[in-house]
């Protein structure tokens, strides 16, 4: 079980395991309503699995620091120059492409995040919710800002990622 008093999750999740240990953390995490990562720690926890090796830095504000940047110098656009590359005007184009333009294109945020989220559970066997896929989505837009900062749509689009995430982890409360 987890360090000290186990809580009542951690015990939800250890009888669910006891009683069939085949069954996927996804299955038991949506039962119990925990992050199947947790189902994982319990499992680790009363030594059901290996410990996970630790292949990265372990928080993603010390990964970012040790994320690689190229050493081809990105071309420089003077996109960022121009009166409408304001924080007003940055968030209103995030607006316009988030509610109109990507939303058109392909559909409700939550939908689109709830399949990405399937396709990359079943690829990486292990669960992704819908604010996730905005998370990492957006965690793909800082990546691009490190090589190229002055293109300014990785700006938008990150900002965007993360409003619709808000939305969606916001509206399951």
């Not at 809580?7 to 949506?30: Q, R």
């Not at 030594?47 to 504000?61: E, F, H, I, Q």
Request: with cysteine; aromatic share 6%; net charge positive.
């Amino acid at each position: 079980m987890a360090r000290g008093r186990p809580n009542k999750k951690a015990v939800a999740v250890s009888k669910l395991l006891e009683k069939d240990p085949t069954m996927s953390a996804v299955k038991i995490a949506e039962k119990v309503g925990c992050h199947p990562y947790y189902v994982g720690k319990v499992k680790r926890d009363m030594g059901l699995t290996k410990p996970r090796k630790k292949k990265y830095v372990s928080t993603p504000a010390a990964t970012l620091g040790s994320v690689r940047k190229s050493s081809r110098k990105p071309k420089v656009k003077k996109e960022f120059t121009t009166p409408d590359y304001t924080r007003g005007g940055l968030l209103d184009r995030a607006k316009e492409i988030v509610t109109n333009d990507r939303q058109n294109t392909h559909g409700q945020p939550e939908d689109s995040f709830r399949r990405i989220a399937d396709l990359w559970s079943g690829y990486l066997t292990v669960g992704i919710h819908e604010q996730d896929v905005a998370v990492m989505m957006a965690l793909v837009k800082v990546a691009r800002i490190m090589e190229n900062p002055q293109h300014a749509d990785n700006w938008i689009d990150g900002a965007g990622y993360f409003a619709c995430g808000g939305e969606v982890a916001l509206r399951k409360n």
